[in-house]
């Protein structure tokens, strides 16, 4: 069975970061592109990053670009997103999700949110003053 775990969320002022993981289970991360989505109240998702599995290509929304950093620990089976400089719109729901045949080249996030195969629950991060 295909799973993924988020951890590391919570509460955070205003220029503060945050590391969030995903421990995936039932796959190897490295077979799949893995992604972080991101769901605030009373917003559309949004996709946040991804880091394919092919050749480690990562994109990013322009309103992260700068600031998150995803990475991949093959070795622990876990993806990671460095988040900082935080601000207060970056508060949501984040969940993280794999697409096994989203590749290099494909669009993010529509290519990505179409190839789905399987998401976690989510971890919520706050950032208020």
């Known amino acids: 069975q295909l799973q993924l775990v988020e951890s590391g969320g919570g509460s955070v002022q205003p220029g503060g970061s945050l590391r969030l993981s995903c421990a995936a289970s039932g796959f190897t991360v490295d077979y799949y592109a893995i992604g972080w989505l991101r769901q605030a109240p009373g917003k559309e998702r949004e996709g946040v990053l991804c880091?394919?599995?092919?050749?480690?290509?990562?994109y990013y929304a322009d309103s992260v670009k700068g600031r998150f950093t995803i990475s991949r620990d093959n070795a622990e089976n876990t993806v990671y997103l460095q988040m900082n400089s935080l601000i207060p719109q970056d508060t949501g729901t984040y969940l993280c999700?794999?697409?096994?045949?989203?590749?290099?080249?494909?669009?993010?996030?529509?290519?990505?949110?179409?190839?789905?195969?399987?998401w976690g629950e989510g971890t919520l991060v706050t950032v208020s003053s």
């Open positions: 880091i394919t599995s092919s050749d480690g290509s990562t």
């Open positions: 999700s794999g697409a096994k045949v989203y590749t290099s080249g494909s669009r993010f996030p529509e290519d990505f949110y179409r190839y789905l195969d399987v």
